[in-house]
C-alpha cells in the first residue's frame, strides 16, 4: 500500500514569509500526488495536483508544488504567507491505475501558524 | 454548481446504535468515497463506489458499510458503535474519466458516548 510521510506536524511563519510544506511518498512507481487543505470544522479543498504532466504544479490561493522523482517528494511553497494561509495541509497520493486507482492515502498533515 | 453535499452535519450516538450518513455528490459525478478522519489525523480509506458498484474497501470492520444509489447519492451505515468510531466522515466524488480526482464534502462529525 502507498503511504505519505509528512515531515513535521507543526510549522509557524511570519506573514510575508515563504512557506514550506514537506512531503514523502513511499512508492518506487510515481503515483498521483495530491495537496489538500481544511479549515476548521470544514472538508477538504483541493489545492493542486500532479497526475504525470509538468513537474512543477500551480494551484489555488498561490501555492505551488513541485514533484521530484529522485527525492520521491511533493513539497508544498508559496512565496509569501497571508493570515488567511492558516489551516491544516494534507498530502495524499493515489495508484495510478489498477483497482485502488482513486484510493487516497494522506498524510497525517501539518498544521500551519500565520503570525502577524 | 452544489458541491458534495452531507448530512447530517453532527449526530450523537450511543455506543452499540447503528448510525446512516448520507452524502450526495457533484451533479455529473458518478463516483463516491467515504473516509473517516480522527482527530489529528488524516482521513483513511472506507469505500469506493462507481456507478453503484464497490469499487473499493478499506480496512475497516464488517460493521461498516455503504451503497450507491442509481441517482448516485450514497450511505455509510455502520453498526454496533463502538467509542473509536467517533470522528469526521468525508465523503468525496468524482468524475467517471478521473477517479483520483475527489471533491469532498463539509463532513458528518459523529459523536458516540
Known amino acids: 500500500a502507498q503511504s505519505v510521510t509528512q515531515l513535521g506536524s507543526h510549522v509557524s511563519v511570519s506573514e510575508g514569509a515563504l512557506v514550506l510544506l514537506r512531503c514523502n511518498y513511499s512508492s518506487s512507481v510515481p503515483p498521483y500526488l495530491f495537496w489538500y487543505v481544511q479549515y476548521p470544522n470544514q472538508g477538504l479543498q483541493l489545492l493542486l495536483k500532479y497526475t504525470s504532466a509538468a513537474t512543477l504544479v500551480k494551484g489555488i490561493n498561490g501555492f505551488e508544488a513541485e514533484f521530484k522523482k529522485s527525492e520521491t517528494s511533493f513539497h508544498l511553497t508559496k512565496p509569501s504567507a497571508h493570515m488567511s494561509d492558516a489551516a491544516e495541509y494534507f498530502c495524499a497520493v493515489s495508484d495510478t491505475g489498477g483497482s485502488t486507482l482513486g484510493r487516497l492515502y494522506f498524510g497525517r498533515g501539518t498544521q500551519l501558524t500565520v503570525w502577524p | 454548481d452544489a458541491g458534495v453535499t452531507q448530512s447530517p452535519t453532527h449526530l450523537i450516538k450511543t455506543r452499540g446504535q447503528h448510525v446512516t450518513l448520507r452524502c450526495s455528490p457533484i451533479?455529473?459525478?458518478?463516483?463516491v468515497s467515504w473516509y473517516q478522519q480522527v482527530l489529528g489525523q488524516g482521513p483513511q480509506f472506507i469505500f469506493q463506489?462507481?456507478?453503484?458498484?464497490?469499487?473499493g474497501r478499506g480496512n475497516f470492520p464488517d460493521r461498516f458499510s455503504a451503497r450507491q444509489f442509481p441517482n448516485y447519492s450514497s450511505e455509510l451505515n455502520v453498526n454496533a458503535l463502538l467509542l473509536g468510531d467517533s470522528a469526521l466522515y468525508l465523503c468525496?466524488?468524482?468524475?467517471?474519466?478521473?477517479?483520483?480526482?475527489?471533491?469532498f464534502g463539509p463532513g458528518t462529525r459523529l459523536t458516540v458516548t
Open positions: 463506489y462507481y456507478e453503484k458498484e464497490e469499487r
Open positions: 468525496a466524488s468524482s468524475p467517471g474519466h478521473a477517479l483520483y480526482e475527489q471533491y
Open positions: 451533479s455529473g459525478h458518478k463516483s
